[in-house]
């Protein structure tokens, strides 16, 4: 089915380009240039939501958590609603507000922070006097979305907002937020003595490429629906691309023969 950023789900999951709408112009030029679309629109049809909890959604913002996370999450959350079922209000609550507290990926707190941002979203909500059950479903769905927290979703929307939250670390846009965390805590791009760590520990916090084999191609496995799972096995798929041409360009190794077959 079509969604709000012009991609389609097809039946299997894996993500088609659709084409948008032309807009007539009276000048016939491309209308790109104008006002800039309201934040909180991007989040229909819970806008109105997005509007109170937006400025409580991000203590600050890096290339990796910033608005257009929580756009993508959202995106990637309503089309897996669209398929699995869930309520919708309690996913846009859940997934506005997971990454509300920000605990820096090598704090030794590090494995606190989605509890510290359910109980934050747990006192907003409380304040606009949600129902506690209401309010106890996002908070169960914030703590679970991470990792760290080791504590298996239950509900169906903490199954959802786990697998949104995971899909942005795959595919391009995973890869991306690899490199932009990396550079942002003083890692290099690989190792080039020894860039598939084959004689050494892998250690991501100083080699961005190492991420790919210490986490990122572990996460198509742990998806909770089938929805995610199909999104995440194309994302995957990108990233096993990604990191071959990247050893090609920089080591010069070539993929096996057949690699290509699967793309
Ligand atoms: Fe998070
Ligand atoms: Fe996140």
Redesign the pocket.
Known sequence: MPQPNGISAKPDGSETAISQPQIETSNGHDPGIGPRQNLADLFAPFERLANWLLPYALEQQDGAHDDSHLVRVFNNAMRIHAQEGGDGEILAAAVLL??CVHVEKNAPHRAQA?RLAADKASRLLNEAHWPDIRIEAVAHAIVS??FSANQPPQSLEAKILQDA?RLDALGFIGLARTFAIAGRLGGQLYDHLDPCAERRPLDDRRYALDHFATKLFKLADGFQTATGKAMARQRHERLQLFHAMFLEETTGAKPESNFYLSF
């Open positions: 997971h990454d989605s979305h991470s939250d």
